[in-house]
């Protein structure tokens, strides 16, 4: 082994160490599945629902946690039934009533083939009050009578509407397919939720019932201590997956090889899963935003565009880099990525809260305008598109700098999305595209935000983004590399 070699390599192992004690919380945690999460204590759910029961006054919230996966697939609970009780079993249901003030959880009856084969599970008695925080726990068999109950009170019935989110999506994505399933005139049917409200309406004809979906989605916006310190955790493990990736990245490699190289350290630190399908893209599909076939090989002279990130603990990060295939960027790839990164910082110095997000767009583009006039172009096509992305910031009628990230990548709430400004404890990130068709060059970068009293956090800013450290990183060896020197 070389002194180069042995020298990377010690950076690395330091980079892990440091990374490990900075983040001794969460940092080499076990992928947990079990009757209750050891993501938050009880009481950061007893938070959530007595906010609830503060929005909903005299009425009940209803929600039904998801179904068992078919087959020998992990669990993962629905967002929504997570957010408010952290119980991990399938077909539990929870309700929590605002006028005693109480929360009541009906379980389906214990399973023991599947707890002998699988581990324990919550079942009806005082130790699962104790392990979830709720006031009661009881069989599910009881529920029907407690709808019927509410019905005779003539109580107003909140549970959500939009169809459940589990992992690799978003909001958006589940009522897009909902809508698709029963527009089709071959399938029809009914999202979960829509049976769901029809039996309450049965079982309680003269309750009113409501939408529960944006009392929770207003509660998501603004994340907590605890959520955050595992934004950053699952961020951290996004970092260090970027990092595997442009060490192991080189010609000839295919899109999803990539891929491998990133699920190593999603899973090597804990993750459940993908936070989203693995949007890796070389040469020509960079273009496409979303684009997650990952067949191409990689040839001499591309630009990898590389987004992907885990499921971690129920929530996501959301990180893109790009870098050259071959290790080094090519004059034209420089040029470009050089006045892009400029303009791509222009818009991370005018992320202020309490100010309405469309001026700080166009104050963004203001910048912008500055830095190309400063900047020294060799290629026309370069400068043009440059000039159409500042105009695009400068001329900006938009109320979001990106999209929200949470327990989804495009999680409930919107990105900085406000006409009065944003706010201490959002998450959001900006990813900002730029294309040069006449040169088949396109690239955008990724960070994820957190909002402060007085400004921003970047939480991935520590992951390579300049020319000159993604090059020296992509000099280092890859897992791949030191295992073939053993």
Known sequence: MSSLEFSSIARRVLFLALATILLAPMAGAQIHQGPF????????????RAQVMDEIGDAVAILQGTIERPGEQPFRQSNQFFYLTGVEVPRAIVTIDGRSRSATLYLPPRNERREGSQGPEIYVGPEAVEL????????????????EGFGRDRRVIYTPHRPEVLGNASAGDVRRQARATKEDPWDGRLSRE???IGKLEGAAPVSEIRDLDPVLDAMRVIKSEREIAVIRETTRITGLAIIEVLRETELGMQ?????????????????????????????????YSHYHRGTRVLADGDLVQYDYAPDYRYYVSDITRAFPANGTFSPQQRELYSIYLQM????????????????????AGRKMDVIIADFEFTNP????????????????TRNSFGHAIGMAVHDVGGGGDSSIGLRPGQVFTIEPAIKVPELDLAMRLEDVLLVTEDGYENLSDWVPIEIDDIERVMAEPGINRLMEKR
Do not use: C, M
């Not at 999460?37 to 959530?48: D, G, I, L, Q």
């Not at 699920?263 to 070389?282: C, D, M, N, P, R």
């Open 381 to 396: 096509h370069i400068q043009a598109a440059a000039e159409q992305f500042a105009a695009r910031y400068r001329e900006s």
């Open 344 to 363: 791509y910082r222009a818009v991370l110095s005018s992320i202020r809260p309490g100010e309405p997000v469309a001026g700080l767009l166009q104050e």
């Open 132 to 147: 979830t925080g709720l006031d009661a726990v009881v069989a599910r068999d009881g529920f029907a009578a407690a709808v």
């Open 37 to 48: 999460t050891e993501v938050f204590p009880p009481e950061e759910f007893a938070a959530r």
């Open 255 to 287: 899109e999803y090889e990539i891929q491998a190289a990133a699920e190593y350290v999603f899973k090597k630190y804990g993750s459940q899963g993908a936070a989203y399908f693995a949007l890796i893209a070389t040469g020509s599909n960079t273009f």
């Open 194 to 196: 829509e049976v769901f």
